[in-house]
């Protein structure tokens, strides 16, 4: 339906003639001219002088197939909430899998773009949190329980939110979960969510990752109890922390590789690399770096909330692209 920033997608004819195809760069106004949305913020930044943790994930790669989702789940003690609340908008998994299927009418036909087609093209996007470096839910929230760390990530204080969702309703991305109800101690889910209902259940529970309680909000933490016990290890082994030393649930679940972790400080990690991720001179802080990748775009850039989290274009091996 012409959202073009958040799926991209080219052929690879057009690729191989300009490895920017499909690629839409939005710019913003600026008095009497167009900006690049990065140039400009009310925010000065952040400085990231140890770790700048960010993801990568490769559209071409993702099937869809849910493994992540699963291993979210299970890594951070995600409750299950069953059919009845996820009607009511209710769900709780920290990632989904946003599908988006093509039609064959025409961008401008609002009402054709609704009908998918015969046989419709399908591109798959795990959504998660996205760690905004100028992220609109911290600057709502009046309790200071969302908060930004030196190292990239939108973390979550659980003990001092107060459930006002402010944070929900700012999140372009709508990736943040609210607790309605104590759902690991409430024998009206036991159903749906044994698991957390019973004393045999919860010794399946992570004990690296607390169980949020009735009124909270929660969301992505990237791992943060992975990124904890690989620093201590490198600590305790007296050496620096090594690109591969943390892996997410989501990233070490991916049969197809479509995810990439990594810290963004390291030019020899991994991800650094897919990216091409260098230093700006123009602008000093970590949130700033130039992206040398031609296919690596974050979703909603015009926005300026400059996420961690880029996703590369999908490219498919046909004869033309459908509208």
């Known amino acids: 339906m012409g959202r073009t920033s958040v799926i991209q997608e080219s052929v690879l004819s057009k690729y191989q003639e300009n490895q920017k195809a499909g690629r839409y760069e939005p710019h913003v106004s600026k008095w009497d001219e167009k900006v690049e949305p990065g140039t400009l913020s009310l925010w000065k930044g952040h400085d990231y002088k140890d770790h700048h943790w960010a993801m990568a994930i490769d ?44 039609s064959d009418a025409s961008v401008d036909d609002l009402v054709g773009l609704e009908t998918a087609s015969e046989n419709p093209e399908v591109v798959f996007q795990p959504m998660l949190c996205q760690h905004c470096n100028n992220a609109p839910c911290e600057t709502v929230c009046p309790v200071a329980a969302t908060t930004h760390s030196s190292e990239g990530l939108n973390q ?18 709508k990736v943040r979960r609210f607790n309605w109800f104590k759902y690991h101690d409430n024998q009206k889910f036991y159903e749906v969510n044994p ?49 591969g ?32 991720a260098e230093p700006n001179p123009d602008r000093p802080y970590g949130i700033d770096k130039k992206i040398g990748n031609p296919r690596a775009y974050t979703v909603l850039e015009e926005i300026g909330v400059k996420p961690n989290i880029f996703y590369l274009t999908k490219i498919r091996n046909k004869a033309e692209a459908k509208a």
């Open 156 to 173: 979550m204080t659980y003990n001092r939110c107060i459930g006002t969702r402010y944070c929900a309703n700012n999140c372009p991305y």
């Open 59 to 102: 559209l071409n790669s993702c099937t869809g197939c849910g493994a992540c989702v699963v291993a979210c789940n299970v890594e951070n003690n995600v409750a299950l909430v069953g059919k009845d609340e996820v009607i009511r908008r209710r769900e709780m998994h920290w990632l989904r899998i946003d599908r988006y299927y093509s």
């Open 245 to 276: 030393d943390v892996i997410t649930a989501c990233q070490a679940s991916c049969t197809t590789g479509a995810i990439t972790f990594g810290d963004l400080n390291d030019p020899q990690s991994k991800l650094t690399r897919l990216l091409q």
């Open 195 to 243: 698991a957390m209902n019973t004393d045999l259940g919860r010794m399946v529970l992570n004990p690296d990752v607390t169980v949020r309680s009735r009124g909270v909000m929660e969301k992505c933490s990237f791992c943060v109890q992975r990124i904890q016990s690989a620093k201590l290890t490198a600590k305790k082994e007296k050496r620096t922390m090594q690109d």
